[in-house]
């Protein structure tokens, strides 16, 4: 019990790891943003910097989205505030801002669907439907899901949204592992794969990973290596529930050698976590305290 309670303890260690990196990560940026001239034609610009700082400092990253916001533009540009809108919707899910994030999201929604616009469409629909997952509505968030899947599949552009898969099959990966509250839906439309009152947790397990693959297919595609980084941790996790442990390790470690050969290193403490929750499921628990160390020095 002893080692069990250090491996815990040295898990917890995990919310102190890279805090001086981040916050130079953080700086550097927010000069960047600072920097560039608040107009509609650095809005692409400035919205990918505001994005990139979600994964240091997000309350200085949803600041820098609703600095974007502030920014006049031409009356004909939909497409554009569907863009800014969806940023600012998205940073606030991701900051637990959830009213906000929906109010945001639906706005985008309203706007793509009033003016046509495809690609804002789908991405609202499906970022919708992931705040749903965050909140553990997760009825509500197939549907969204669902409903984005089956208008990109009548557009012929599926093949461009690997985080809309992969939201999916988070989504079911969800439905395995937490208690929800109970459905208010009973049918999830454009589909006949699952059973919202009679599915297992096995069927919603199978489907984690066929999403999760198709994602990581897509993502390889579109060029899409923070999906894919997101991809290789989820079916670690599906792995390690099904008990197979040696594979759901061979995941993790996918994930880290990605992260590494991208320079994408913020989240490599967290693979490194989980692979020592891995161990720690298996009970070797030395090896669980020797990866924990990992995360805490990478």
């Known amino acids: 019990m002893r080692i069990r309670n250090k491996v815990l303890r040295l898990l917890v260690m995990q919310l102190?790891?890279?805090?001086?990196?981040?916050?130079?990560?953080?700086?550097?940026?927010?000069?960047?943003?600072?920097?560039?001239?608040?107009?509609?034609?650095?809005?692409?610009?400035?919205?990918?910097?505001?994005?990139?700082?979600v994964d240091y400092n997000v309350d200085s990253a949803l600041n820098c989205a609703f600095q974007i916001q502030q920014i006049t533009l031409p009356s004909n540009e939909n497409e554009l505030l569907c863009k800014v809108l969806i940023n600012t919707g998205t940073i606030a899910k991701l900051s637990g801002k959830y009213d906000e994030s929906n109010k945001y999201l639906f706005q985008a929604l309203e706007t793509a669907e009033k003016n046509n616009i495809i690609t804002c469409k789908i991405i609202s629909l499906y970022q919708i439907g992931d705040l749903n997952r965050c909140i553990g509505l997760l009825d509500l968030s197939l549907y969204y899901l669902y409903l984005s899947k089956n208008f990109a599949h009548k557009n012929n552009v599926s093949q461009k949204y690997p985080e809309l898969y992969e939201h999916i099959?988070?989504?079911?990966?969800?439905?395995?592992?937490?208690?929800?509250?109970?459905?208010?839906?009973?049918?999830?439309?454009?589909?006949?794969?699952?059973?919202?009152?009679?599915?297992?947790?096995?069927?919603?397990?199978?489907?984690s990973k066929i999403y999760t693959d198709s994602a990581i297919i897509l993502s390889e595609l579109n060029n899409d290596n923070r999906t894919k980084l997101s991809c290789l941790n989820i079916l670690g996790a599906n792995y390690r529930q099904q008990r197979n442990y040696n594979t759901a390790i061979e995941y993790f470690n996918k994930a880290i050698q990605l992260a590494n050969q991208i320079n994408y290193k913020v989240d490599i403490p967290n693979y490194y976590i989980n692979i020592a929750r891995t161990y720690l499921d298996k009970k070797q628990y030395e090896k669980a305290i020797e990866i924990g160390l990992k995360a805490y020095q990478s």
């Open 16 to 53: 102190i790891v890279l805090t001086g990196s981040l916050t130079a990560q953080t700086d550097s940026l927010l000069y960047d943003f600072k920097k560039t001239p608040k107009t509609a034609g650095n809005i692409s610009k400035l919205i990918k910097l505001s994005y990139q700082l």
């Open 169 to 207: 099959g988070s989504t079911f990966y969800q439905l395995t592992e937490h208690t929800h509250p109970k459905f208010k839906l009973t049918k999830v439309p454009f589909q006949n794969e699952f059973n919202l009152e009679k599915s297992t947790p096995d069927v919603y397990l199978k489907l």
